[in-house]
C-alpha cells in the first residue's frame, strides 16, 4: 500500500516550481497580486475566476524539457502581464488532442490525467501527465503545500 506524503515547498512571487514527470511538466507561479481570469466556455459564457496574490497559475504541458519550460513560462506571463483569457473547448473537440499545454488558476489544483484536456472550466483540475497525476495542490503562504509523490522538482527564477 503506498503512503501519501504532503510537503511544503516554499515559493516566492518571482519564482517557479517545476513538478516533472517522465512525459510531462506542471509549471507553477504564484500570481502575485489580486487579479482576474476570464474564461470562455462552449456554452458561449464568460467565467471570471478571481485571484489573490498567493493563488497559483498552474500550466500542465504533455511534454518534458527546455523547449516545454519555455512554453510553460511563456503562458505564465501572458496570463499574469496581458490578462490573456482562457478558451474551453467543448468535449471531444479535436483540438482537444492536439493541445500542448493547459492552464488552471486558484488556491487548490488537483492533478488528473484521466481527463480530456481543455475541456473543463473547473479551475480545481488540471489535466496532466500519469506520472504526475493524483497530486493535490494547495496555495499557502510564501509556497505550496502538495498532496502526494513527488520524485522531481526545481524551482528557477521566473522571468519577468
Do not use: W, Y
Request: charged share 25%; proline share 3%; glycine share 8%.
Amino acid at each position: 500500500m503506498s503512503v501519501r506524503e504532503r510537503q511544503r515547498i516554499g515559493l516566492s512571487h518571482d519564482e517557479i516550481l517545476f513538478l516533472i514527470g517522465r512525459s510531462g511538466e506542471i509549471g507553477l507561479a504564484k500570481t502575485g497580486r489580486d487579479m482576474q481570469i476570464f474564461i470562455g466556455t462552449p456554452e458561449k459564457e464568460e467565467i471570471v475566476v478571481f485571484l489573490e496574490k498567493d493563488d497559483l497559475i498552474a500550466v500542465s504541458t504533455f511534454s518534458t524539457g527546455n523547449i516545454a519550460e519555455k512554453g510553460i513560462k511563456s503562458m505564465i506571463f501572458l496570463l499574469k502581464e496581458f490578462s490573456s483569457p482562457i478558451i474551453v473547448l467543448p468535449e471531444n473537440h479535436p483540438t482537444s488532442k492536439r493541445l500542448k499545454m493547459v492552464v488552471a488558476c486558484g488556491d487548490h489544483i488537483r492533478l488528473d490525467c484521466n481527463i480530456q484536456a481543455g475541456t473543463h472550466p473547473e479551475q480545481d483540475i488540471l489535466c496532466a501527465c500519469q506520472d504526475l497525476s493524483g497530486l493535490d495542490i494547495n496555495a499557502v503562504q510564501d509556497g505550496v503545500e502538495i498532496d502526494g509523490v513527488i520524485n522531481d522538482f526545481r524551482i528557477e527564477k521566473l522571468d519577468q
